[in-house]
């Protein structure tokens, strides 16, 4: 169990990655092209053993700006956008299935934005036909096929339609239900709409429903929160994923209509999310890590017992082990040693792919160490513990050596009870689990001031 302790996460309060990569997108960079992912892509369809792959697609679109938001997407109620929007990503999933060999089956598909469901079961149905016949997907008991949604423009028919068509993941954004954060930041959602979604799933079958909650949003209350976290526990979906709100108005737009004078203080904050750990485990759910929860009996919690869970762009997953193909404007894909990231601009994307080239727009190829402090990364953020004695024999390294300044920057770490460092393993430690960011930052090469500034005082 995780242990709140509100004076130790205020210290070392700070930003840095989720680490959903490593290195982070911030590294990227647009001397990787078009040429750098298809010669990836070659590479690994060369493995001994067939890589499964995991798409991510896409859709960009919204009829109306939530304010909060720092997604890539285009608002407009124009829905003959969608029908050119698809024929642009039918024309993009094409060129990527010729290149990966139909031996390399997808375990799992996931469909962002944007609001994905702002695509009619018409258009989806056109989208998975697409899918079905460039790539080929993995038998229907072995795959998930997911997709986000915003329950104010998904009815019961949809719902069901979605899992006609093979979906049998669904995750649903709530944030709020107190009608007054729900004003300020533009999304007035009911209870009773969240309901209708997902029931329905419940009904149609899908294996895990999951709702995403924010704390620190303008005018959030610990009353106001409380009877939010109330309505959830009722609703008992399997996950719950509960995000820190990041104010940054210079970066996006969106925000700058918010009112930062009614944003909670940092201690209120701290609260907020107190209040949520403390209440969601007395109502049985599991913290994964990372802000994410789960029943015991969730594919996530699972893994994580087996020692398999990983984490992706979509944070943890159980499909860890699949290359990622990032389909869309502003999508990431991950393939063997390498990620890349299509066009943000939807027209620029369009005129790309329109004249038969991959949008790649920037991207990197991890060096031998990147690699390295990836999987190490990986293993503390994922499973809490680093058996430094077995990850030294599988790479033929001295541990201590090579990851000397990781170790070093770790000791302030111990000394505050965030890990237990001992000659031979690192184990996160009850406090820790609340700091995973701040753990796997030792280990990052590209943060040295980051790490400087963790301890604030």
């Excluded at 989806?124 to 329950?151: C, K, Y």
């Excluded at 930041?185 to 419940?202: G, L, M």
Aim: glycine share 8%; aromatic share 8%.
């Amino acid at each position: 169990m995780p242990e709140f302790d509100a004076d130790l996460i205020a210290r070392y309060d700070g930003h840095g990655p989720r680490y959903t990569s490593y290195p982070s997108a911030l590294q990227f960079h647009d001397r990787f092209g078009e040429a750098d992912l298809r010669e990836a892509i070659t590479a690994s369809n060369h493995d001994l053993v067939p890589t499964p792959l995991s798409l991510y697609v896409h859709v960009p679109f919204c009829e109306s700006p939530c304010f909060y938001c720092g997604c890539n997407r285009v608002i407009t109620r124009d829905t003959s956008r969608a029908d050119d929007y698809l024929r642009v990503l039918d024309h993009e999933i094409a060129m990527m299935g010729a290149l990966v060999d139909a031996d390399r089956v997808v375990r799992q598909l996931h469909l962002g934005g944007g609001t994905p469901n702002y695509l009619s079961l018409n258009a989806m149905s056109q989208l998975n036909a697409s899918i079905h016949q460039h790539f080929t997907p993995a038998p229907v008991d072995q795959r998930e096929w997911g997709i986000e949604i915003d329950p104010r423009h998904a009815n019961e028919i949809y719902v069901r339609g979605l899992a006609r068509l093979g979906f049998n993941r669904v995750s649903i954004g709530i944030q709020d239900f107190d009608p007054a954060v729900q004003e300020a930041v533009n999304r007035v959602q009911s209870v009773e709409q969240t309901r209708v979604a997902i029931d329905t799933a419940k009904r149609a079958g899908y294996r895990s429903i999951s709702v995403d909650l924010i704390y620190g949003l303008p005018r959030q209350t610990m009353d106001g929160f409380s009877r939010t976290l109330d309505k959830v526990i009722e609703l008992k979906p399997d996950r719950i994923a509960v995000y820190g709100y990041a104010h940054l108005p210079k970066m996006f737009k969106a925000q700058r209509r918010l009112d930062a004078e009614a944003l909670p203080s940092p201690s209120e904050r701290l609260e907020l999310f107190g209040m949520a750990l403390r209440r969601l485990t007395e109502a049985g759910y599991v913290y994964v890590g990372m802000d994410h929860f789960a029943l015991p009996d969730d594919d996530l919690v699972r893994a994580q017992r087996a020692g398999s869970l990983q984490r992706n762009f979509q944070g943890y997953s159980t499909c860890g082990d699949c290359d990622i193909i990032g389909l869309g404007p502003s999508a990431i894909s991950r393939i063997g040693d390498t990620y890349s990231q299509n066009q943000r601009d939807l027209a620029t994307y369009a005129a790309t792919v329109n004249e038969g080239r991959l949008p790649v727009a920037r991207g990197l190829r991890l060096s031998p160490d990147d690699q390295l402090r990836r999987e190490a990364i990986g293993e503390l953020m994922c499973h809490g513990t680093l058996d430094m004695d077995a990850f030294a024999e599988r790479h033929h390294i001295h541990f201590a050596s090579y990851f000397r300044d990781a170790l070093t920057h770790m000791q302030a770490l111990a000394d505050d009870g965030l890990v237990t460092l001992t000659e031979h393993r690192i184990d996160v430690g009850a406090k820790g689990r609340l700091l995973l960011r701040n753990i796997a930052m030792c280990f990052d090469a590209y943060a040295p001031a980051a790490l400087s500034s963790s301890r604030l005082i």
